[in-house]
């Protein structure tokens, strides 16, 4: 009879603790399982968690306050560690505004479909693009630039284009090339200063003087006269 009454006890007590568990429970203290510890429920944590090993989430998760991670936060199998990654599509969704004081690393495309706006420096491939918040520089070949647009050609090869005007079909209207050259009228100019490079290109000049110094340093001045002659004289060019 008592062993009838021990088991009818022990089978009421594991019946009212299932009772409980299954629904609200409070815990006063510390907890520790060797093993997996499945809540099917909402739980509410009033004081700090602390995860020492992985978490897995496979559900919504609302934090009220501050969530602080002091390693790499992980959202999907196989991302990168010591980072946070997310590699669904829409598997980090910040409905709010978003801040990032430390680095922003995207491995694939970055897709902004409103106002992108920086108000600091803004470095692409290190040297491709450069902006200098401080000085409202841009910098294209230079991670220093020292005017409102600098291009530099420091690692270019010479006949690198550095600035380049075409009409439609690609034809240079105005070129500048990395070792200094410069055309009108021609995409590869050859000498310091080219113009054209058809037998139709044509230059006019109105009212126009030419000054030209020769290998001694002596000046000369060239211009065409009322009557229509060259006339060539030193000094600089009449007023």
Do not use: W
């Amino acid at each position: 009879m008592k062993k009838i009454l021990f088991i009818f006890s022990l089978a009421l007590f594991m019946f009212v603790v299932a009772g409980v568990a299954s629904a609200a429970s409070t815990i006063g203290t510390n907890i520790s399982t060797g093993g997996t510890l499945t809540v099917t429920g909402t739980s509410a944590l009033t004081g700090a968690l602390t995860l020492v090993g992985a978490a897995d989430l496979q559900a919504a998760v609302t934090v009220g306050t501050d969530l602080t991670v002091t390693s790499g936060a992980r959202i999907g199998t196989g991302s990168t560690p010591d980072a946070f990654t997310a590699l669904a599509d829409d598997s980090l969704f910040v409905e709010g505004k978003g801040e990032f004081d430390g680095t922003l690393r995207v491995d694939g495309a970055g897709t902004f479909t409103s106002t992108l706006a920086v108000t600091s420096n803004l470095t692409v491939d290190t040297n491709t693009l450069v902006v200098d918040a401080t000085n409202n520089y841009v910098g294209i070949g230079t991670t220093t630039p020292l005017s409102i647009l600098a291009v530099s050609s420091a690692s270019l090869p010479p006949t690198t284009r550095l600035f380049n005007v075409a009409s439609s079909t690609h034809t240079g209207l105005f070129t500048v090339l990395a070792n200094g050259k410069t055309g009108v009228g021609s995409s590869s100019p050859s000498r310091l200063f080219s113009i054209g490079n058809t037998a139709s290109s044509t230059i006019r000049i109105k009212k126009g003087c030419f000054e030209m110094e020769n290998s001694a340093g002596t000046l000369y001045h060239f211009h065409i006269n009322a009557a229509g002659s060259l006339v060539s004289s030193a000094g600089n060019c009449p007023n």
